[in-house]
């Protein structure tokens, strides 16, 4: 596959996982927890790729399963400290810290692998986090810094510790039997959450309202949007990757604004427009015009 086949898988996935905000709000709303979301979507998207993929899981191998469990884990890191971090921030701080990933992806894929990032990585990175300013309204609005910030600066590190994990460590896996361990690690591991800490909030839950919406992130965003980013990270650089699945913000924003849960602004189009023009930097292949001249 193509790095731009793969980096295109990867713009699908934000896609979804921009949608998927929507869901994540309907099912909060009806008083369910994210463990508790975490572990029915990561069952779901088990399932799903049990009855897929199951002549690939069934001849799962012990790195398969080293991977896929250290791969989970990380991911349900990341996910449960974003929204533990919700709870005492604002939308606007937690998505913009959240997208803090960009960031930290070059710097531990230079401490750990001593991989220096392309030059045109900075400026890009930049470009992309003054345009998450604007998406989020933090430019506007100004920063003030929560208990929540931090738990949230945690979770980005997770995020892009996963990311660089996908890039570096699964290709030598199966992409099929790792999609199996991570819903099994994000259902488990969400369960044993809830159990212990959600308990007391069960009987809040509605039910009927909150768990259509989980359920369609299990399907979608979990079974679908996840999947894509394996076989998509394969074949792509993490730095690349991050940039690319950081647009699911961006997404996320236009889908509110089409469904009518939030007003269309200027700052809204600037900040898309800028992530944009980052991801087009880290596309183009600079070497190529410097030839030319």
């Known amino acids: 596959m193509s790095k731009g086949h793969a980096n295109f898988m990867l713009l699908i996935a934000a896609m979804i996982w921009g949608a998927g905000y929507i869901f994540s709000k309907l099912a909060t709303n009806a008083n369910m927890q994210a463990g508790m979301i975490n572990a029915i979507r990561g069952f779901i998207y088990a399932g799903l790729a049990f009855i897929f993929f199951h002549k690939a899981i069934l001849k799962m191998t012990r790195l398969d399963l080293r991977t896929g469990l250290t791969a989970g884990f990380i991911n349900f890191l990341g996910y449960q400290f974003q929204t533990w971090g919700l709870r ?3 939308p606007s701080n937690n998505a913009f810290l959240t997208a803090i990933y960009v960031v930290i992806i070059p710097v531990i894929i230079w401490v750990i692998y001593k991989r ?3 030059a045109k990585s900075y400026p890009a990175i930049i470009i992309a ?3 998450m300013g604007f998406l989020t309204n933090v ?3 100004g920063f003030t810094l929560h208990i929540g910030d931090l738990l949230t600066l945690i979770s980005a590190f997770f995020y892009a510790l996963q990311i660089v994990y996908f ?3 699964t290709t030598s896996t199966s992409p099929f039997a790792l999609s199996f361990m ?3 690690t994000q259902g488990g591991f969400g369960l044993v959450w809830s159990l212990i800490f959600e308990h007391a909030s069960y009987s809040a839950i509605n039910w009927q309202a909150g768990l259509w919406p989980v359920v369609v992130l299990g399907i979608l965003s979990s079974f679908g949007a996840q999947t894509l980013q394996i076989l998509g990270q394969r074949f792509t650089d993490p730095t690349p990757a991050g ?14 604004v089409v469904l009518g849960f939030e007003p269309f602004t200027t700052h809204l189009l600037l900040g898309g427009v800028l992530i944009i023009i980052a991801i087009l930097i880290m596309q183009l ?5 410097q030839s030319v001249k």
Do not use: A
């Open 88 to 90: 005492f921030t604002t």
């Open 116 to 118: 220096r990032p392309e």
């Open 129 to 131: 986090i003054i345009g």
């Open 139 to 141: 430019v506007q609005n």
């Open 167 to 169: 890039g570096m460590r």
């Open 182 to 184: 991570l819903g099994i």
């Open 243 to 256: 940039l690319i699945l950081m647009t699911e913000s961006m997404f996320g924003s236009i889908f509110s």
């Open 285 to 289: 292949d600079f070497s190529r015009f």
